[in-house]
């Protein structure tokens, strides 16, 4: 079973920037230009409804289900240290300026969130940013 959430933002200003970095997707709902502002309520109301819509149309269409084991992914704190790691690597090769770490590591960040990648996949990368540490601290 897959875990997920939703995170929506404040009334009056959203999510910040740092918020929505940490989200997989973004959704916007198309309003009434002479009225375009949803309160929460209405927001989160707006999404279950589709959500919903859009989950019995699958079960419509649904085929019977083949056991297969999914590939675990991994959590979002593990995410979370794999950033931190890779900013960290990258920082100590000088691929990045520590004064401006943000731009390439907000776009790395979008790039793995569409590649999704496994908790397998994942330990093979934090293993090769491992292995360029070690190579960096012998020069």
């Not at 198309?30 to 079960?59: D, G, K």
């Not at 994942?122 to 360029?132: E, K, T, V, Y």
Request: charged share 25%; proline share 5%; with cysteine.
């Amino acid at each position: 079973m897959r875990r997920w959430r939703w995170s929506f933002g404040r009334e009056r200003v959203g999510l910040t920037n740092d918020e929505l970095q940490k989200c997989h997707y973004h959704v916007a709902i198309a309003a009434n230009p002479e009225y375009s502002s949803l309160n929460l309520a209405m927001a989160v109301q707006v999404i279950a409804y589709e959500v919903r819509m859009a989950w019995l149309a699958a079960q419509e269409q649904a085929q019977p289900a083949v056991e297969h084991e999914e590939a675990p992914y991994p959590l979002v704190d593990d995410l979370e240290r794999f950033y931190d790691h890779l900013e960290q690597t990258l920082l100590a090769t000088g691929f990045i300026r520590p004064n401006h770490p943000g731009q390439v590591m907000n776009k790395l960040r979008r790039l793995f969130t569409r590649a999704r990648p496994e908790s397998q996949e994942l330990n093979i990368l934090r293993g090769m940013l491992a292995s360029i540490e070690q190579q960096n601290k012998g020069k």
